[in-house]
């Protein structure tokens, strides 16, 4: 059975940073292109950075230089790093098995002074 759980959520302010963690079972991350998407209130959900299975990586722009999205095989995570923060990065974040349905419950990342 395929479970994304992610964590790592929280309160932060503007320029922080923040680490969220997808813990994966019943995959192999290393043979999946995994993704982070985020959705704010009122808004749709939306691609913040994709892990493709050979290692490239694909951000949106608003996100470009400030997350980095990784994953530790041996502990079938996917991580996505997000430092210099801003209040427009306020949304609920969720891991995803790239292209697939298989979602995880999400983790509320809050940035606010």
């Known amino acids: 059975q395929v479970q994304l759980v992610e964590s790592g959520g929280g309160l932060v302010q503007p320029g922080g940073s923040l680490r969220l963690s997808c813990a994966a079972s019943g995959i192999i991350v290393g043979f999946n292109s995994m993704a982070w998407y985020r959705q704010a209130p009122g808004k749709q959900r939306e691609l913040v950075a994709g892990l493709i299975s050979d290692g490239r990586t694909n951000y949106t722009d608003s996100v470009k230089g400030r997350f980095t999205i990784s994953r530790d095989n041996a502990k079938s995570t996917v991580y996505l790093q997000m430092n210099s923060l801003k209040l427009e990065d306020t949304a609920v974040y969720y891991c995803?098995?790239?292209?697939?349905?298989?979602w995880g419950r999400g983790t509320q990342v809050t940035v606010s002074s």
């Open positions: 995803n098995i790239w292209g697939t349905g298989f």
